[in-house]
């Protein structure tokens, strides 16, 4: 199997209902070759975070208070006590957080940032008519190396403010992103996309593979990127290039990202000209494994959940974007009992109409109740979990991020819980996620370093990116 196991727990512990349960956790053993004055001595490290609650999501349900966490380079070295952490660490940095929470960065599951240029172009029509009459004929018009760009500057600094450090890319010109996202110094898995018609990116089938194959060469070893194959949808990709990419995927060892039963019409259209739904399809192709992040599953039967357990198979969730299109509703809590890893995703900002990843959480969480018609579907801690220990997994990455454990990278941020809005509190997670804004993020960290400080972005210029986003919609409009 490609997954690779879950890292060793940091310690043990109950899912608790209110902060500041303490339980041992994990200690950095001494290095080989110390001595023990060595091992006494305090260590330098580069940052010393010590928020008022550190939730680390694994162990599941988790809150710590009076806990730091000793960041060296670009990795998580140790989680303990405050009073601990002073003596055994003499950091470059100590962040001092009182009134914060410190959670892991948050994984948007699914993105097409560069649309965030297309932020309310069309609105309020069904999804066939929103893509064929509007964003596709806007895309032609618009669409090349510098609109991705500038889309992902836009989108990178939405997010960051909102305490997203990964996403998972969907879009075209996979090169453009990547390197983009690589200068911003932002996590992403670059989608490799493949669709049957032409495009500005590429114009037949065979040269959609062989670029998507030098993008994958040209960055492959980055650090914080990672490629994964993106074939739009079932309607629009044909079984030769399905067939193509479950091959790749085996062999490059990457996820498939696919568009899959976002729509009842999607399902009918698929069973009237081919006589099988979708999903089924995919099955026969081979693609129903643990490289595929299928996306909405808004139309599922029970078979089919249970097909998508045994096979390791990851849905990112996408509420808000579902709602807004009417394309139906995922059943996360039925998904989730069967045991299917769930990630959180807002899709691109031309259909959402925003990349707010504490929004999607609150709109999943209450979704999925109505859906199950159960109160306690769906609760605080395990979307939480979906919106970060989960992204990692769709990825491939739950052994890098996702949760906050010695020998992880330190994607990592802080959200202020000392507002009106988030008072009085009494259970952390519940707060974030049902009572939190995206505003209450202060401070972001992606591999160590810090690229949000007290909500003030340290290497972008907002005013730059609004005037470019202004200068997009005279040209997308004139």
Same mark, same amino acid.
């Given at each position: 199997?490609?997954?690779?196991?879950p890292?060793?727990?940091?310690?043990?512990?109950?899912?608790?209902n209110?902060?500041?349960?303490?339980f041992?956790?994990?200690?950095?053993?001494?290095r080989a070759?110390?001595?023990?004055?060595m091992?006494d001595?305090?260590?330098?490290?580069?940052i010393?975070?010590?928020?008022?609650?550190?939730?680390?999501?694994e162990?599941?349900?988790?809150?710590?208070?009076?806990?730091a966490?000793?960041?060296?380079?670009d990795?998580?070295?140790?989680?303990l006590?405050v009073?601990?952490?002073?003596?055994r660490?003499?950091?470059r940095?100590?962040v001092?957080?009182?009134?914060?929470?410190l959670?892991?960065g948050?994984?948007?599951?699914?993105?097409?940032?560069?649309?965030?240029?297309?932020?309310?172009?069309?609105?309020d029509?069904?999804?066939?008519?929103?893509l064929?009459?509007?964003?596709w004929?806007a895309?032609?018009k618009?669409?090349?190396?510098?609109?991705?760009?500038?889309?992902?500057?836009?989108?990178?600094?939405?997010?960051?403010?909102g305490?997203?450090?990964?996403?998972?890319e969907?879009?075209?010109?996979?090169d453009?992103?990547?390197?983009?996202?690589?200068?911003?110094?932002?996590?992403?898995?670059?989608?490799?996309?493949?669709i049957?018609?032409?495009?500005?990116?590429?114009?037949?089938?065979?040269?959609?593979?062989d670029?998507?194959?030098?993008?994958?060469?040209e960055?492959?070893?980055?650090?914080?990127l990672?490629?994964?194959?993106?074939?739009?949808?079932?309607y629009?990709?044909?079984?030769?290039?399905?067939?193509?990419?479950?091959?790749?995927?085996?062999q490059?060892d990457?996820?498939?990202?696919?568009?899959?039963?976002?729509?009842?019409?999607?399902v009918?259209?698929?069973?009237?000209?081919r006589?099988?739904?979708?999903?089924?399809?995919?099955?026969?192709?081979?693609? @129903?494994?643990?490289?595929?992040? %299928?996306?909405?599953m808004? /139309?599922?039967? !029970? #078979?089919? $959940? +249970?097909a998508?357990a045994?096979?390791?198979?990851?849905?990112?969730?996408c509420?808000?974007?579902?709602l807004?299109?009417?394309?139906?509703?995922?059943?996360?809590e039925?998904?989730r009992?069967?045991?299917?890893?769930?990630?959180i995703?807002?899709?691109?900002a031309?259909?959402n109409?925003?990349?707010d990843?504490?929004?999607?959480m609150?709109?999943?969480a209450?979704?999925?109740?109505?859906?199950?018609g159960?109160?306690?579907?769906?609760?605080?801690?395990a979307?939480l979990?979906?919106?970060?220990l989960?992204?990692?997994?769709?990825?491939?990455?739950?052994?890098?991020?996702?949760s906050?454990?010695?020998?992880?990278?330190?994607?990592?941020?802080?959200?202020?819980?000392?507002?009106?809005?988030?008072?009085?509190?009494?259970?952390? @997670?519940?707060?974030?996620?049902? %009572?939190?804004?995206?505003? /209450?993020?202060? !401070? #972001?960290? $992606? +591999?160590?370093?810090r690229?949000?400080?007290e909500?003030?972005?340290?290497?972008i210029?907002?005013?730059?990116?609004?005037?470019?986003?202004?200068?997009?919609?005279?040209?997308?409009?004139?």
């Open positions: 199997m490609r997954r690779p196991g890292p060793a727990q940091v310690g043990g512990g109950a899912p608790q209110f902060p500041g349960i303490p041992d956790m994990h200690r950095i053993p001494v070759g110390m001595t023990s004055d091992a001595s305090p260590r330098s490290i580069d010393l975070i010590e928020p008022r609650w550190l939730i680390p999501v162990p599941h349900g988790v809150v710590l208070e009076g806990h966490v000793a960041v060296d380079g990795c998580i070295v140790d989680v006590p009073s601990e952490a002073r003596s660490y003499a950091p940095e100590r001092e957080m009182p009134e914060h929470a959670v892991p948050l994984v948007n599951a699914h993105a097409h940032n560069p649309m965030t240029l297309m932020r309310g172009l069309a609105d029509l069904p999804l066939m008519r929103w064929q009459e509007h964003i004929p895309e032609a618009a669409i090349g190396p510098e609109f991705v760009r500038d889309g992902i500057e836009l989108a990178v600094a939405e997010m960051l403010r305490g997203t450090t990964c996403c998972n969907n879009y075209f010109f996979p453009v992103q990547a390197a983009t996202y690589r200068r911003l110094g932002f996590r992403a898995m670059v989608g490799l996309p493949v049957e018609f032409p495009s500005a990116w590429a114009k037949t089938r065979d040269e959609y593979f670029k998507a194959l030098a993008v994958h060469d960055f492959k070893g980055e650090p914080l990672g490629t994964s194959w993106a074939p739009h949808a079932p629009t990709v044909a079984d030769e290039s399905f067939e193509r990419i479950r091959m790749l995927s085996d490059l990457i996820p498939v990202h696919l568009h899959l039963h976002e729509t009842a019409q999607e009918e259209d698929s069973r009237r000209e006589g099988v739904r979708p999903f089924a399809r995919m099955q026969s192709l081979g693609l @129903v494994n643990d490289h595929l992040i %299928a996306v909405h808004t /139309q599922l039967t !029970d #078979a089919e $959940v +249970a998508c045994e096979a390791g198979v990851s849905v990112a969730h509420p808000e974007s579902n807004k299109l009417a394309s139906g509703f995922c059943p996360a039925k998904l009992r069967a045991g299917v890893n769930l990630a995703g807002t899709d691109g031309a259909s109409n925003d990349l990843m504490f929004g999607e609150r709109t999943a209450l979704l999925a109740k109505a859906v199950a159960d109160a306690a579907a769906f609760d605080a801690a979307t979990r979906a919106a970060t989960g992204g990692a997994k769709a990825l491939g990455w739950e052994s890098r991020i996702g906050i454990e010695p020998g992880k990278q330190a994607d990592l941020v802080a959200v202020r819980l000392d507002e009106i809005e988030t008072q009085p509190l009494y259970n952390v @997670v519940s707060q974030l996620v049902y %009572a939190t804004g995206r505003h /209450q993020v202060s !401070d #972001a960290w $992606v +591999a160590g370093r690229l949000l400080r909500r003030l972005l340290l290497d210029d907002p005013s730059e990116l609004i005037e470019k986003a202004k200068s997009w919609r005279i040209r997308i409009m004139g």
